[in-house]
């Protein structure tokens, strides 16, 4: 979720979810795709009343699109994206630039790699000076083209690239202020 859907997504807010979180319940990223209520010291938390003195759902509506861009930006310092996120963006990575290109063989270095930032997906080429810190599949063998397509597809469907974006960024997210 990126600021302008966030603002959308506030936007599209209830006055009875606005009602929630005056009375201190928490404003969660769903799936890094829509805002839903939860208790406030639940996971994928963007924002709860805390010691702000808001009485009216105007003010939180006010505050939240006033402050989206810094509200977002913390958030994904702190909190991975969803499983789901990541694998549909990276599946539209691979439709876009094709599975192969985020392959290569163990001790060399693919074509493209993967970062995430600020809740998006964005693909990198050696020409970035963080290239190698970013994702992507190291295979064993020397496959055809075919092959290194299925390996990516399943490296997707298995739940494996999230995990190694996971273990990628595991002291990020667990880092406290």
């Known amino acids: 979720m990126n ?7 506030v936007n599209a807010l209830t006055e009875e979810e ?3 979180i005056l009375q201190n319940e928490g404003l969660v990223i769903h799936q890094d795709q829509s805002l839903t209520i939860g208790p406030a010291d ?3 938390v963007i924002y709860e009343l805390g010691d702000d003195g808001f009485t009216q759902t105007d003010e939180v509506k ?10 977002i930006e913390t958030y994904y310092q702190f909190n991975p994206i969803s499983k789901e996120c990541f694998n549909r963006e990276l599946q539209g990575l691979f439709n876009e630039h094709g599975q192969d290109v985020f392959v290569c063989l163990r001790g060399k270095t ?3 790699v ?4 600020d809740g998006q997906l964005i693909v990198e080429d050696e020409t970035s000076p963080r290239f190698k810190y970013g994702i992507y599949l190291q295979i064993e063998d020397d496959s055809s083209a075919m092959v290194k397509i299925n390996k990516a597809k399943n490296w997707l469907l298995s739940g494996t690239a999230y995990g190694d974006y996971i273990s990628t960024n595991v002291c990020r997210f667990s880092a406290m202020e």
């Open 3 to 9: 600021a302008q859907e966030f603002k959308e997504a």
């Open 18 to 20: 606005l009602t929630a």
């Open 42 to 44: 639940g996971a994928f």
């Open 62 to 71: 006010d505050y939240l699109l006033k402050n989206a861009e810094s509200l």
């Open 110 to 112: 693919p074509q493209k």
């Open 114 to 117: 993967i970062f995430v930032d």
